[in-house]
């Protein structure tokens, strides 16, 4: 349904065009110093306009605070927000509303609802996400403040132009040959290492790399030109995760953060660490780093990749039919994006905080539970955990 | 946490060396006809000891009903089963035990709870997934049953050897050409349309490819031989599926099959549909397919691929360190799977099986309730499901 | 926390001194005609300043609906809405602040969170109902059309004032005298049967039996001139509830409507059909009566009652300390309801309304997912439901 | 459904004639010392056969332990339990299967689920409590290592027959009196901050005050004696209880134990505190008193005081009709209490301890992370918690 989480609950509401989209984050700690700025700067990133690359609508999104702060401090109490849709006139009727969209969720919808918004998309628009940066950001300061948890989503490819540092091996289907590159190579490792969103921000798509960032905007314009859209992947990067994360068996880390992503539209693919590529790998060869943290104690940073389909609304006319059967053409008017991975970009980021918060807040219960009990005197050695306990000699 | 779904709901339990694993599956359906036997199946495709290419354990894996049905028929009540363990005596501890294995949970387990499993895994080992087979087994025999829903899980890839008709394309890393071969073949799509868990059952490997299926035994034999271990990936197809499954926005049906596939031990990635590939693609050859049911209603068919990373018990010696420290080298004693792929295909299937259980009811109260409602008249018909309507032609 | 519901999620938010307090209502059916206006009305018999017995203050709490409609039609989207606070300043500080309030939440909020808002009750005011006002009438409105329920609360005691009907039998203590009263008289269950929320609005008081109306408010003006207050209980009567309401064994009816109701602020104690004077009666007088329903099928009428203690706001001076323990004297200012209870009487029905919807839309689940399976031929006549079957001679 | 809980999440299973009953309780802090006697102490207080004013079934319900510990400490996985039926026969027909038991649950459940379990009740009978008790168990295993807290219920009314401490004022229908004795008398309070269990089991009645048990006992075996049954009420005092436990606004503490309470079979009412007497006395005079702890901290002291009706089942012939309409005579063959509620007390005692273990993890939680940010410097001074506050003079 409409609400994320356990003990950060994340609750959204709102399509394209009703009054305002929104949220309301529960559960955030209270103490935490928090201003509308702190969230308008996801917003920001998020909202369409911001280059030639994406729509040209220019909606302002402002963050509109409605509860759970006092003086610019959290108290504890849901946090409700919303932000105001610039265009709240219902949809004009049209002939092209006599079409499904294909590829949207046009249909699936009316089928599941028996009656949709006039604005076709209804909740799987990309407005729904408002609502999710505007958490993300929320959380994402609890982290930064607590933890210095560090999470910076960038552009990896754009159709076929990828980061030369994440190329796949082509995937020769060979029986005998294991000489398989590390399925995450060491230039990767230290871009994840250290990448920033503000190196991300210097190119309009969001890469990184400055020369695969120029092949992919030519890659977005050439399907901007040909009134067509282009897929791509978003990698997430997150650093100085607190331990522990996650509830065995069926909310894992990587559980969640595979169903926070895939509820972000158009996404169909997640892979976390070495992912699909590491399905072809030995045993031996294959490695689940533990990455030493400035404290001296153990850590773990934790890569994940989102795969996103081609945006399904074109300007080409498509060969389809009417809701009732007729056959026809529909060619898509007005404004839209050739490629959604630039504005995915901070999505990825915010369900990777929100995912991260949740199970955090579970694993302080844990942690501070288990304190009062009395010291184990009664197992081995190897089933208690010893304070400070190092491991594998790092 | 142990606990899955909404109203669906099945909680498992259970270690390697306790008294016994096992589930409780709560929300079945009542007047479902159901015997132990219907659960034996699946439980007997999990376990291991099934051929040369798994571990030669074999465990009987009995089910043991204990509750929520009479005389062969569920009651809508809990049902209760366990499964007993053959060797329930506390694990004899050695100079191994002071050794985290590495790529394994031990280190993980040790350090989110304070203490541990003598067995080292604890809940992380394959001996949990028991419960969720035993609950998939349930699930799906009512959607069988109710819809005639097909589920089918099969291997697709062993390291790189993989099914011709799914080998990706290679990604070259390219700037102009768009002619991506449809990221799903025609002869995949046939496979996906008929493979049955008896074709499926053919090859020990699982692989419904005669020629594939023996390469790909080939490399797993190759693994073992080396005291090595190899990943793969496992590919379901689910056929007949109801029509509106899934909860925007955070509850999609992707995002619920991501999460539920990525809580089984060892998982590392999930794509669905045209999954990475599709992000490879223009928007104008992308096309998510409507599929004409036998009763001329359109369905939709949903294909997802799960990888595994390669199992991290191997009997080679590897470099690490204890627990507190000291260096050494880690050979892994005793019975190990040199591969999981073939084992993960019903885990795969009763994974599948759960979550579509588990949204159907919840869209079977949506239609229940809507339908009470007087017809709507006040909208644009446009915007109304009208009875039996066709889209797109078909 | 503040989300309450399986598949009718109600989340509500906002203090007294915030921009709006509101809910986002996810999960109404699709397809309901809803107006603002039908809002509205069970928020003007909510809000304060409606006569001279609550506090003069004459908030217009108008409901501003955000999303979720469409042309007035229910999308099956979260129905997000707000009402703004007429009074968004933060509060200023004086004397009275450096004391918590005896008997409010001011002194738990701050232990519990350790910050606390300058209004100091915060999400413990009686402000927070708003939304959950809201969100009852949205349910009251989808069950009186698809079900014909019809639910009305009024006050059944002021202090000692009780409706005559429902005076208690003195309870002596006593070992012998079987002789109770039967716990509900055949007047009290007339009342039930016919009270409609135009009779209980005729007075003030929301008490439908004018004589005890009149002495209510007396009682009522008498703790208000004493500059004190007074508490009360307020009945419910649930009429054409449908059958099956409740998900043994947690979430029976009467568990989830007891959660509901002591979840409203300064209630102390529910009970629900015979209650708390059926514990004193033998077994062969007591019964839980089945009631014929205008179709002939059997139905149950459920009736219960919640007690809420007298406000803790008085202006009297009370002995007390200060947050720092210096001891002193407080008296509120400003203005406070000397009696809560009529104003409540709309709260207590959308509580039901909320948990009659979600549970309602759980058994319909259940309902369509067992109508699709076979009819059962192989259990006893006895275990199995006929249709149209009569009890009990009914 | 037959889960409860947030973070200690208990999930049981079973009916009267299956293998077993049992539960599942998931979320217990790793490191708990816990054995099998820790838990049969309370199942052999709620076992059948204890006195001859209950039920002569001599159930051993030996508690088995399944998961989740080694070497007898908790693993912080879930722990699985089993207590194996005695008689698991499909219950034996005979002409009284042709009636759905009066006041039972034989016809909701009949029309509810569409099938029924041969033994009438299901789940509805008290059977099903034994997964309660035990989960119960740790649950306070673990309250009272970590906090010392003490809970303690016990039989305060059996019919007519009060504890002399609790009778209540009798609620004469006065418009003028306020002198309202104290809802909660001081001889009353004492017995609260003092009862043990020990003192409550000394009379087979478990009324802790000698005299009146003999009365109570007198009472039941009247009942008994006129195949009969009789109500009664169960008061639980926790000592102990650590402060900030509840989550506004719809977790508060009293709202979750009344869904607990309510959740018992034959349970009806549920009060707090000064619960129902409190409504009829002035603000002036009602008071929620703060405790001083050993350790000089404030806290507080919860009472409560669940309502049973008496047993449905009783033996003298009854009035009433078959499941087809036949008009007949029903009386209930073999082995049944005339009054639950001194069984009921180790039930109410389990729930209550469900309740404060479950919102004190979530409180810890918020502890836990508000615990590491910075101190709030920009609020004023009564907004923030200072450390070891103390109010109220106290």
Chains 1, 2, 3, 4 share one sequence.
Do not use: W
Not at 207 to 221: D, N, Q, V
């Amino acid at each position: 349904m409409s609400t994320y989480g356990t003990l950060f609950r994340v609750t959204t509401f709102g399509e394209s065009h009703c009054a305002s989209v929104g949220a309301i984050i529960d559960g955030c700690p209270p103490g935490l110093q928090l201003s509308a700025a702190d969230i308008q700067v996801q917003m920001d990133r998020r909202r369409p306009g911001q280059s030639d690359l994406t729509t040209p609508r220019n909606e302002k999104d402002a963050v509109l605070l409605q509860s759970g702060l006092e003086h610019g401090v959290t108290l504890g109490t849901p946090i409700a927000l919303i932000v105001r849709n610039e265009d709240q006139r219902p949809h004009d009727y049209s002939e092209t509303d006599l079409y499904p969209r294909p590829s949207h969720a046009d249909y699936t919808y009316l089928e599941k609802y028996g009656v949709k918004a006039s604005s076709g998309g209804g909740r799987s628009s990309a407005r729904e996400t408002v609502g999710r940066v505007a958490a993300g950001a929320i959380a994402e300061r609890y982290l930064k403040i607590a933890y210095g948890v560090e999470i910076v989503a960038f552009v990896s490819s754009v159709g076929k132009v990828h980061l030369p540092v994440t190329v796949p091996a082509p995937s020769v289907d060979e029986d005998e040959n294991d000489d398989a590159p590390d399925p995450m190579s060491e230039e990767f490792r230290a871009l994840l290492a250290s990448v920033s969103r503000a190196e991300v921000d210097k190119s309009a798509t969001r890469c990184p790399h400055p020369e695969t960032a120029e092949r992919m905007k030519k890659r977005i314009i050439r399907a901007k030109d040909a009134a067509d859209s282009i897929g791509g992947t978003v990698t997430c990067v997150i650093r100085n995760l607190p331990s522990g994360l996650g509830e065995p068996v069926f909310d894992k880390f990587e559980a969640k953060l595979a169903h926070a992503m895939l509820s972000i539209p158009a996404t169909k693919g997640f892979e976390i660490g070495s992912g699909f590529r590491g399905a072809e790998v030995p045993g031996s060869k294959h490695n689940d780093a533990f990455v030493r943290r400035a404290d001296g104690s153990l850590g773990t940073e934790t890569n994940l990749e989102v795969s996103f389909k081609p945006p399904a609304t074109i300007s080409q006319a498509q060969a389809t039919a009417q809701y009732d059967g007729t056959p026809g053409s529909l060619a898509a008017r007005g404004r839209h994006d050739p490629c959604v991975v630039p504005r995915a970009v901070p999505i990825v980021e915010a369900m990777a905080s929100i995912v991260v918060m949740d199970l955090l807040l579970i694993q302080k219960s844990r942690e501070g539970a288990a304190a009062l009990l009395p010291p184990i005197t009664t197992l081995p050695a190897t089933m208690v955990m010893p304070p400070k306990v190092k491991v594998n000699g790092l």
